[in-house]
Each structure stands twice: as structure tokens, then as C-alpha cells.
T-cell receptor
């Protein structure tokens, strides 16, 4: 089955700096890689995703890169703001699963200090 | 913006008691998931429905957990009897036809005492 590993587990950055979270996956058939942001007491919210046919996708201050050969993908947040403080989860679909099941990483606690 | 509704938001129950959670997915979403999230960890799939049918319950502890989606719309997850180790956030998510991303609800925080 799919195994998704996420690093680091915690990340503290100064406001305005960049944050990078990295994930690796094991299933070479995986082709969909979303990122979720979870604020305290709330459910995860999809913030960006990438399909395997592209190497990079950007949406304002957030971007995701994918290296299929190395089986890793990363989330980049630029010009961080206090409201970016949250837990971020990466995920990958199970390539052989036709029902869209996702395997999640363990999460990264991001703290942005003013 | 369409949301996945879950209730209750919080539930405290004594061990050995029964507890139930309810989820109403986004209208028209055929695929519904129940995930369990232990504090400090990522969500783990418990059960997945396609319309009213279970398509994956391989990680559901069937001796005490059950899930149903009788009319293919809303869904109920039940635990009986609850154990201390069941304390977690129970998340429901739904996905539309042809889409890849899930929409999660706000979850039910269960505490078993």
C-alpha cells in the first residue's frame, strides 16, 4: 500500500520568511497529490493540489513541486503571515485504487511568529 | 460555499457506552469517507462509500464500529462499545464525480472517559 512520509513535524518561521514542507511517497502509480491546511478545531481544508502530469503549480503565495522520479513533492509558502499558522498535511492517492482513496502524511505544525 | 455538515461537534462518553456521529455530504457527492484522526497524526481512513455501498472498510474495527449510508446521502458512524483508545477526531469527507480533492467537515471530537 501507499506510505507517505512528511518532514519536518514542526516548523517555526519569522513572518515574511518562506516555509517548505517535504513529503515522499512509495506507490509509483500515485498520480494525485493534495495539500491540506488544518486550523485548530477544524477539519482539513484543501489548499492546493498537483497531478502527476505537471511538475509545479502555484497559487498566489503557495506553490507545490513534484518530482515523480524521486517520488517526492513539496509545499512552498512565501511571505508567510501569522494566519498561515496551522497544521499542514500532504497526501497521495493510491494509484491502483479507483475510488480516490488518499493516504495522508503525519502533518507539519507551522508556527509563524510576528 | 457548499460544506460537509457533521454533528455533534463534541462528544464525551463513558467507556462501554454507544456513540454515534452523523454526516451530511455536499449535495450530489456520491463518494463519502469517514476518517479518524488521533491527536498529532494524519487522518486514517475507516470506511468509504460509493452511493449507499461500502467500497472499502478494511480499516474499520468491525467488532465495535459500524457505518451506514442507507439512502446514499447522509451517513452515520457508530461505536459500540466505546473504548478509551477511541478518543479522537472523526472526520467525514465527500468527493464529487470526476473530482480528486476531498471536502472535509469540521469533525466530531470524541472523548471517552
Amino acid at each position: 500500500g501507499e506510505n507517505v512520509e512528511q518532514h519536518p513535524s514542526t516548523l517555526s518561521v519569522q513572518e515574511g520568511d518562506s516555509a517548505v514542507i517535504k513529503c515522499t511517497y512509495s506507490d509509483s502509480a500515485s498520480n494525485y497529490f493534495p495539500w491540506y491546511k488544518q486550523e485548530l478545531g477544524k477539519g482539513p481544508q484543501l489548499i492546493i493540489d498537483i497531478r502527476s502530469n505537471v511538475g509545479e503549480k502555484k497559487d498566489q503565495r503557495i506553490a507545490v513541486t513534484l518530482n515523480k522520479t524521486a517520488k517526492h513533492f513539496s509545499l512552498h509558502i512565501t511571505e508567510t503571515q501569522p494566519e498561515d499558522s496551522a497544521v499542514y498535511f500532504c497526501a497521495a492517492n493510491l494509484g491502483t485504487d479507483s475510488w480516490g482513496k488518499l493516504q495522508f502524511g503525519a502533518g507539519t505544525q507551522v508556527v509563524v511568529t510576528p | 460555499e457548499a460544506e460537509v455538515a457533521q454533528s455533534p461537534r463534541y462528544k464525551i462518553t463513558e467507556k462501554s457506552q454507544a456513540v454515534a456521529f452523523w454526516c451530511d455530504p455536499i449535495s450530489g457527492h456520491a463518494t463519502l469517507y469517514w476518517y479518524r484522526q488521533i491527536l498529532g497524526q494524519g487522518p486514517e481512513l475507516l470506511v468509504q462509500f460509493q452511493d449507499e455501498s461500502v467500497v472499502d472498510d478494511s480499516q474499520l474495527p468491525k467488532d465495535r464500529f459500524s457505518a451506514e449510508r442507507l439512502k446514499g446521502v447522509d451517513s452515520t458512524l457508530k461505536i459500540q462499545p466505546a473504548e478509551l483508545g477511541d478518543s479522537a477526531m472523526y472526520l467525514c469527507a465527500s468527493r464529487g464525480q470526476g473530482q480528486h480533492g476531498y471536502t472535509f467537515g469540521s469533525g466530531t471530537r470524541l472523548t471517552v472517559v
